[in-house]
């Protein structure tokens, strides 16, 4: 099993930056994909971005070009940079373990324009 916690979210203007974080309890990186997902109140939770455990990414086409996954396996963590936001980038964001169905409780990120 591993435990997730997010970090890093906050309030932002239109085409500014974050960097969001991912504290796993253990290296599981070379294990498992890991993703990040986002979800707004009201829809469903949708996949943003992830890392398969041979390092190979795959982003969602609407952050593709913007959002880059990060790994720092020292610390146990995975980033999710974010630059040019947009309004639409505003919502609950979550990592996960795809093989462990582990979920950390979110991080909010808050865009306006």
């Known amino acids: 099993q591993v435990q997730l916690v997010e970090s890093g979210g906050g309030s932002v203007q239109a085409g500014g930056s974050l960097r969001l974080s991912c504290v796993a309890s253990?290296?599981?990186?070379?294990?498992?994909?890991m993703g990040w997902h986002r979800q707004v109140p009201g829809k469903e939770r949708e996949f943003v971005a992830r890392?398969?455990?041979?390092?190979?990414?795959i982003y969602a086409d609407s952050v593709k070009g913007r959002f880059t996954i990060t790994t720092d396996n020292a610390k146990n963590t995975m980033y999710l940079e974010m630059n040019n936001l947009k309004v639409e980038d505003s919502a609950v964001y979550y990592c996960?373990?795809?093989?462990?169905?582990?979920w950390g409780p979110g991080t909010q990120v808050n865009v306006s324009s």
């Open positions: 996960n373990a795809l093989n462990y169905d582990s």
């Open positions: 253990r290296n599981v990186f070379k294990e498992t994909t």
């Open positions: 890392r398969l455990s041979n390092g190979i990414e």
